[in-house]
């Protein structure tokens, strides 16, 4: 009896070995290769797909506190509008000597 449940597990050990041995043997096959290729660009392109998503909701909500402070009359709080200006501006000009050290 003990010889029967020690064989049934070989059995069962010596299954699990060969499916994955098959498994990773197939992963190295031109086709596997290509398969897991194509999943890499897939999972790539969502991600940039998801990156744009977000710059368009900032961008529209960056636009609409534009629109909203237009329609108040109220004059839109600009930090970078002075560097706007001169689009040769370097960083000496931005900061100053201590901090560039």
Same mark, same amino acid.
């Given at each position: 009896?003990? !010889?029967?449940?020690?064989? *049934?597990?070989?059995?069962? #050990? *010596?299954?699990?070995? #060969? ?5 990773? $043997?197939?992963? %190295?096959?031109?086709? *596997?290769? $290509?398969?897991?290729?194509? +999943?890499?660009?897939?999972?790539? @392109? ?5 990156? @744009?998503?977000? #710059? ?5 909500? !960056? =636009?609409? +506190? ?5 329609? =108040?009359? @109220? ?5 970078? $509008?002075? %560097? !706007? ?11 100053? =000597? =201590?901090?560039?050290?």
């Amino acid at each position: 009896m003990k !010889r029967l449940l020690w064989l *049934g597990i070989g059995l069962a #050990v *010596g299954a699990l070995v #060969v499916r994955k041995l098959t498994r990773t $043997a197939q992963s %190295y096959t031109p086709g *596997g290769i $290509a398969t897991s290729l194509s +999943q890499s660009a897939g999972g790539l @392109v969502e991600t940039v797909r998801s990156f @744009v998503d977000d #710059v368009r909701d900032g961008m529209a909500e !960056r =636009e609409q +506190q534009i629109h909203a402070a237009f329609a =108040e009359g @109220v004059a839109f709080d600009d930090q970078f $509008a002075e %560097y !706007r200006g001169n689009p040769r501006l370097g960083d000496h000009d931005i900061f100053s =000597e =201590e901090d560039t050290r």
